[in-house]
């Protein structure tokens, strides 16, 4: 019989467990930062954590978001929104960039439909629901590099631009491992806004990709989140995405993806999205 306390519990110890095993296999296979990076052009398996020295990468992105509008209609709303990304590698560890999205129609409002224009992102947070969403700006250094794993730090700034919200700042670690043509990206990502009270999230994204082709990858993506403020409660995030290399610069990506399985209607609040990344080397 399905219980929610339970399912609550069970949760931290899988946190904790996936944590451990990511820096374990990292402390196995990792090396130091000095190891030659991953080439832009690469499969995506072998690309690095931060763009090569001296690339910028533009990425424009739309997103469709969908969930239910309540009562007394029990009906449900679609909303579009559009993301804008500029990030670049100003040494070969070190990568900074800057991100904001604007939503299209009130309904894009509603569903915050930018954030599903960021295909394979789903550690965004710190926006409301504004027209343009919060600008979102990072660094993110390599700390290590090696063939089957990639280890990193990396910290976001929440600039707060939308009536209501709060100044928020996230700390992460990033983690890349590799085994032939499988990918798994994960690691440890906690924001916090400052909002009263303040908010603040635990989050292990794992997301599986295999290269299919040269060109070509895709896989699932999965997550578990500890959400803390006015209470506390867990997110199960669960997507799909497609990516496809076009050119040596030019990446096209796409997923649908479900911000949470365990709320109550979670089948009728999902997001898709689709994206270019152009890279300038």
Known sequence: ??????????????????????????????????????????????????????AVALDLGFGLGHEPDGPPDNGSITGFGLNLALSGSITHELEIGVRTGFRLDDNGQATQADGYGRPFET??????????????VHLRWAVARGAAAELGLELRAYLPIENGSSFGLMFGLPIV?????????TGLY????????????????????????RTLWLGPLFGV????????????????????????????????????????????????????QIRFE
């Not at 550690?123 to 979102?136: I, L, Q």
């Not at 491992?177 to 990206?185: F, N, Q, S, T, V």
């Not at 990516?243 to 997001?271: H, K, V, Y």
């Open 1 to 54: 019989m399905y219980n929610p306390r339970m399912l609550r519990k069970a949760a931290r110890p899988t946190v904790s467990t996936v944590v451990s095993a990511i820096l374990a296999a990292w402390a196995v296979f990792a090396s130091p930062a000095g190891s030659r990076p991953a080439r832009a052009d690469a499969p995506w398996v072998y690309r690095s954590i931060v763009l090569p020295r001296g």
């Open 123 to 136: 550690e965004t947070y710190g926006t409301d629901h504004d027209r343009v969403a919060n600008p979102e």
């Open 225 to 276: 989140r500890v959400v803390s403020g006015n209470g506390s409660h867990d997110e199960y995030p669960l997507g799909f995405g497609i990516g496809s290399a076009l050119t040596r610069t030019l990446d096209l990506r796409t997923w649908i993806l479900f911000p949470d399985i365990s709320q109550n209607e979670a089948a009728r609040t999902f997001g898709a999205g689709v994206a270019l």
């Open 190 to 213: 906690v924001p916090v806004i400052f909002s009263n009270p303040t908010q603040t999230v635990v989050s292990v994204p794992v997301h599986l990709w295999i290269q299919a082709t």
């Open 177 to 185: 491992l590799r085994a032939g043509a499988i990918r798994i990206d």
